[in-house]
């Protein structure tokens, strides 16, 4: 076969003569070299053949495997059946190879059909044919079996995959050789082809008598057929294809790593992640032992790693249940001596490969005598320490053991655990970015809430903050209770939208403004009238700047009014949630507002809704993230809030827990915010009301009447500064406002003294001259009182004041 193809395809008139008949076609299908050994074959000549299409020899179609390859520019080899010069057919076993060897598509026919000379084998000289030499130096395990499945022959490659000899296997079954249940199903395949007349092709693992490591075999049988299509024996051809097979395992593996590891920005997840990921495609037992930098968020020290090192374990997994071999329970510290392979591996920057045969890492085990123990118990044999960096940055240790499994770690084995542990290391030290700047925001967070809920007497409340889940970020959630003037108490609670830092930053701007808007004593409907514009505002700002992070600001908020004198309570919403109303008789619904946008939209109306409660009403204010869920429909936490506010608690504290316990996801994907507050009244014990005519004669008496209720209160302390401050507001209202004219006195944690009037001109104060008369009422009033103020009512205004602490 070391002959040209120009000698090969000659007519047999000059040129030696060669065993093969032989021709060579174009790409177009035409023949354009033709040897003698064709034409003695064929009966053909050259100058018969050349020039025409090779088509016109066939004696029947191409088989369907033959035309595939052809298409694909593949080598095919199989019978076919030619026409001969004088009519007849010829069935020839024909090899159909590509070249482009002169830039364009050729292709050499061959066909041994004919039977070739005799050679002489150099070494033993025997007579061996060009056939016995494929089969016995095929790189496939050859094997020929008769039609009641006994071994007609095989090759040496066949022999030592099975572990016996030729003579062994030449003239009986394999299964009555090789007991197993692989062989059995070997017979049946074979059984099968014989029955069918197809071949059949199927994949095997098994591990080769001399060796540890498990391998893959491409298992082909199928009939040899005579002129006839008559089945005469079986050939079985097993090829090795052990390392394509773990090419395709580690890109599989490396695939579904990428979708697997990952998938939150927790680090504990991600490293149970990781272990899972090794066990039990590439190790018996792994673990991953962090630094206790990456738990805390703080940043991991630069540069290698020596000494003895401590390291906190996050996980560990094992092909048996428990994980027995772990001496270390996750979450505690574990300490790796210098010669260790874990602590070799973090002081090099590279994987360390060590077997149980290493004195070092059989020295550094020493260090744990429980470890030790659990090493032999297991038999682990082989371990792989893998270093977890990422951005120049180490984080930790990924170590892989083996004990059941047989084989030692290979090279390709690391290569493949130290890619996985690279994807792994920039999924773990994201993750310890976030928990870091998560850390800040919920920090941040907190600290904008309120720490201590203030002293009033409207309501009892309970309150309760929960972060979202590690994965979903700290949200803009927030909650309130602002004390307001005429024992008057606000109940806030509000969503901005977004996560992080900027939500929690945006949360507290928005809190503030709500403080201060509230201090005003707007209603519910104006107070977020105005919020709604600040929010448009600070969104404005924020894309002028060009921040595209900041840019789209938005909230949702619920703002109540409650007064427990009059027991009514003023409600406006922006976009939130409902709040639950709970009667003292058990009844619970969700009250009936106005939706409202919300705010940072602009240009929309608010609603405001006012409702008279019975004393020991309880309201819940909620933000969404407590009833919605990825998992169910909102309608579906609506009702689990409801029905859990049906049932009465000892406390609000309780309350709070019964909700959360009922309503909550186990991962809730955002922030919540609940309060739950309790009314009280105010009786008629405790509330004085006088009308006051408009007449400056009428001034003594307020003062009279103001001074017998105080005494009737107990409060004579007071009456000297309640004089001068009822003489005061009632004098302005008489000389610069409309009536009528209204004086209450309130008697609650401080005594509270308003003057009502029709007039909705705020009263200011200035600065008198010497020689002025007037001007320095209400400067006295400023000086003698805790508080004093002005807000707006539905027909008026009314001024207030507030003297003597702790009166209630």
Request: glycine share 8%; proline share 6%; aromatic share 4%.
């Amino acid at each position: 076969m070391d002959t040209d193809t120009n000698t090969l395809a000659g007519t047999g008139g000059s040129g030696p003569e060669v065993d093969a008949a032989m021709a060579v076609v174009d790409e177009r299908g035409i023949v354009v070299s033709w040897n003698g050994a064709a034409q003695r074959l064929l009966g053909y000549a050259a100058e018969e053949v050349t020039g025409r299409p090779a088509a016109n020899l066939l004696a029947a179609d191409l088989p369907e495997p033959a035309r595939r390859c052809l298409d694909e520019r593949r080598s095919w080899n199989g019978l076919v059946r030619l026409r001969h010069r004088d009519g007849s057919h010829v069935n020839v076993e024909l090899l159909a190879h590509p070249s482009r060897d002169d830039g364009s598509l050729r292709w050499l026919l061959v066909t041994l059909t004919a039977p070739p000379p005799a050679r002489l084998d150099a070494n033993t000289g025997e007579n061996v044919s060009l056939m016995d030499r494929a089969f016995t130096q095929s790189s496939f395990a050859l094997a020929i079996n008769a039609m009641d499945l006994r071994c007609l022959r095989v090759n040496e490659r066949m022999c030592r995959m099975c572990g016996v000899t030729e003579d062994e296997l030449r003239g009986r079954r394999v299964t009555e050789v090789l007991p197993g249940p692989q062989w059995d199903a070997l017979e049946l395949y074979m059984r099968y082809v014989l029955q069918t007349g197809e071949p059949v092709q199927r994949v095997t693992y098994r591990r080769v008598p001399s060796e540890t490591r498990e391998r893959a075999w491409s298992v082909s049988i199928s009939p040899l057929k005579d002129e006839t299509g008559r089945t005469l024996a079986l050939w079985t051809g097993v090829l090795d294809i052990t390392e394509q097979y773990w090419a395709r395992q580690r890109l599989t593996l490396l695939n579904e790593a990428g979708a697997r590891i990952g998938t939150t920005l927790d680090v504990t997840r991600t490293a149970e992640e990781l272990v899972d990921t090794f066990v039990p495609r590439l190790a018996d037992f792994a673990l991953v032992d962090l630094l206790g930098a990456m738990l805390s968020g703080d940043e991991p020290i630069l540069g290698p790693l020596t000494g003895t090192i401590a390291l906190r374990r996050v996980a560990h997994q094992s092909i048996h249940e428990g994980v027995p071999e772990a001496v270390v329970a996750p979450e505690e510290v574990d300490f790796h001596p210098a010669d260790s392979p874990m602590a070799r591996c973090l002081a090099s920057g590279t994987a360390v490969l060590t077997t149980i045969d290493d004195p070092a890492f059989m020295a550094s085990l020493s260090f744990n005598p429980a470890r030790a123990a659990s090493a032999r118990a297991h038999g682990i044999h082989s371990v792989l320490a893998v270093p977890i960096r990422a951005r120049g940055v180490t984080l930790g240790v990924a170590v892989l053991a083996r004990g059941r499994r047989p084989d030692l770690f290979q090279q390709d084995d690391v290569l493949l655990a130290e890619e996985l542990t690279a994807r792994a290391a920039v999924c773990l030290d994201n993750a310890r970015r976030y928990t870091r700047e998560r850390a800040t925001a919920l920090a941040l967070q907190r600290s904008l809430l309120p720490q201590r809920l203030p002293e009033q007497s409207a309501v009892e409340v309970a309150t309760h903050y929960l972060p979202a889940s590690t994965h979903a970020g700290v949200g803009g959630d927030w909650f309130d209770v602002i004390p307001l003037s005429g024992a008057r108490v606000a109940l806030v609670v509000g969503d901005v939208v977004g996560h992080g830092l900027h939500a929690s930053a945006t949360m507290g701007r928005l809190r503030t403004a709500v403080r201060t808007l509230a201090d005003v004593d707007l209603p519910p409907d104006e107070l977020l009238t105005r919020l709604d514009d600040l929010v448009a505002r600070l969104a404005a700002d924020a894309a002028a700047d060009g921040d595209d992070d900041e840019g789209d600001i938005g909230a949702t908020c619920l703002y109540a009014v409650y007064d427990p004198v009059s027991r009514r309570c003023s409600l406006a919403r922006a976009g939130h949630p409902l709040p639950v109303l709970v009667t003292p008789d058990g009844d619970v619904d969700f009250l009936d507002l106005p939706a409202g946008p919300p705010l940072g939209l602009g240009g929309l109306p608010f609603e405001g809704t006012e409702v008279e409660l019975p004393e020991g009403s309880t309201l819940a204010l909620y933000t969404d993230g407590l009833v919605e869920s990825r998992h169910h429909d909102i309608d579906v936490g609506l009702e689990r809030l409801r029905r859990a506010l049906s049932h009465p608690d000892p406390s609000l504290e309780a309350t709070c827990d019964t909700v959360l316990e009922a309503v909550l996801p186990e991962r809730p994907m955002d922030d919540v915010a609940l309060l739950v507050a309790r009314t009280r009244a105010l009786g008629s014990d405790r509330v004085a009301t006088w009308g006051v005519p408009a007449d400056p004669a009428h001034v003594a008496d307020a003062r009279k009447l103001a001074t017998k209720q105080l005494t009737d209160w107990g409060l004579d302390d007071a009456a000297f500064v309640t004089e001068l401050i009822v003489s005061e507001l009632v004098t302005n209202a008489i000389r610069y406002a409309e009536g009528p004219i209204q004086l209450r006195l309130i008697r609650d944690r401080t005594l509270i003294c308003e003057v009502s009037d029709a007039s909705d001109t705020a009263p200011h104060l200035r600065r008198a001259r010497a020689f002025d008369e007037g001007g320095r009422g209400l400067l006295l009033v400023a000086q003698l009182t805790q508080r004093w103020g002005t807000r707006q009512t539905p027909h008026g205004k009314t001024i207030w004041a507030e003297v003597a602490p702790a009166l209630g």
